[in-house]
């Protein structure tokens, strides 16, 4: 069975979803936070019956976190659609990996400490690759995949960092990149000092805006300064081959040292 056109959220740490826009396929690639594993490509093969109804002219979203760092997600995508267009949202991958870790804390609250699980071998300076918080900020290596079926003139990168600071410029961006006339703007956001990031709202009437639940927003555990330091100095080449990749610096760099400060809150 064909699927309809959808748009995928690819999260590698935080949502994903799917859109459609008449016969356009659109894809969401998250990188910001961790959730769920949903396949959208299961959801496909089983039928258009599990996604909602769309009307000519409607976007329909299905959102799924772990797209971006499961390896046959591109093929499959690709073979579903291969016009699909792909927004991908990534944030510094030291701050993605205390988030990663602060989500799963507070469900397993006996697990090691982030600084143990962060290392091989501290004492040597050994860092463990293969602990998914930090392998998943490997950027450049789970975009290779996605590069080898789709060209970049299919991808818009979001920096999860303006789209705390400035999230209406951001969505501006995201509107123009689908064709879609600007009616998400700066009237439908309001900041929530509490939680730390922007909540929604709409502005033709007074109603509450509405804010992520209460496990989105925790403070991140303080993490040693020389563990955040040596992340930082270990992320560094595979980031800059990640903006040389995208065609966009994200400048994540200049936030080193503020990264080594105090407590932040989390956007998981």
Same mark, same amino acid.
């Given at each position: 069975?064909?699927?309809?056109?959808?748009?995928?959220?690819?999260?590698?740490?935080?949502?994903?979803?799917?859109?459609?826009?008449?016969?356009?396929?659109?894809?969401?690639?998250?990188?910001?936070?961790?959730?769920?594993?949903?396949?959208?490509?299961?959801?496909?093969?089983?039928?258009?019956?599990?996604?909602?109804?769309?009307?000519?002219?409607? %976007?329909?979203?299905?959102?799924?976190? *772990?797209?971006?760092?499961?390896?046959?997600?591109?093929?499959? =995508?690709?073979?579903?659609?291969?016009?699909?267009?792909?927004?991908?949202?990534?944030?510094?991958?030291?701050?993605?990996?205390? *988030?990663?870790?602060?989500?799963?804390?507070?469900?397993?609250?006996?697990?090691?400490?982030?600084?143990?699980?962060? #290392?091989?071998?501290?004492?040597?300076?050994? %860092?463990?690759?293969?602990?998914?918080?930090?392998?998943?900020?490997?950027?450049?290596?789970?975009?290779?995949?996605?590069?080898?079926?789709?060209?970049?003139?299919?991808?818009?990168?979001?920096?999860?960092?303006?789209?705390?600071?400035?999230?209406?410029?951001?969505?501006?961006?995201?509107?123009?990149?689908?064709?879609?006339?600007? =009616?998400?703007?700066?009237?439908? #956001?309001?900041?929530?000092?509490?939680?730390?990031?922007?909540?929604?709202?709409?502005?033709?009437?007074?109603?509450?805006?509405?804010?992520?639940?209460?496990?989105?927003?925790?403070?991140?555990?303080?993490?040693?300064?020389?563990?955040?330091?040596?992340?930082?100095?270990?992320?560094?080449?595979?980031?800059?081959?990640?903006?040389?990749?995208?065609?966009?610096? #994200?400048?994540?760099?200049?936030?080193?040292?503020?990264?080594?400060?105090?407590?932040?809150?989390?956007?998981?």
């Amino acid at each position: 069975m064909r699927a309809s056109p959808q748009i995928s959220l690819l999260q590698s740490g935080v949502a994903g979803g799917a859109w459609r826009v008449g016969g356009m396929v659109v894809v969401v690639v998250v990188v910001v936070v961790v959730v769920v594993v949903v396949v959208v490509v299961v959801v496909v093969e089983r039928g258009g019956d599990l996604m909602p109804s769309t009307l000519e002219g409607q %976007i329909t979203m299905e959102k799924t976190p *772990s797209y971006f760092v499961t390896n046959h997600a591109p093929k499959r =995508i690709h073979t579903m659609a291969r016009d699909i267009k792909l927004i991908i949202v990534v944030r510094n991958p030291v701050t993605r990996a205390i *988030s990663d870790y602060t989500q799963t804390l507070s469900k397993k609250p006996e697990i090691p400490t982030f600084e143990v699980l962060a #290392f091989k071998n501290r004492t040597l300076g050994l %860092i463990d690759a293969s602990w998914s918080a930090l392998r998943i900020g490997i950027y450049a290596l789970h975009l290779e995949s996605w590069m080898q079926y789709f060209p970049l003139a299919q991808m818009h990168f979001v920096s999860g960092e303006r789209l705390i600071v400035d999230p209406a410029g951001e969505m501006a961006k995201v509107q123009d990149f689908l064709g879609l006339k600007r =009616i998400v703007t700066d009237k439908h #956001f309001y900041f929530n000092k509490t939680k730390g990031f922007p909540c929604l709202k709409k502005p033709e009437d007074s109603s509450t805006p509405r804010c992520l639940g209460k496990s989105k927003g925790r403070t991140h555990p303080r993490i040693d300064p020389d563990v955040i330091r040596r992340l930082h100095k270990f992320f560094k080449p595979f980031n800059m081959m990640f903006y040389q990749m995208s065609g966009q610096n #994200f400048e994540w760099e200049l936030g080193e040292a503020a990264a080594a400060g105090a407590p932040r809150s989390s956007q998981d």
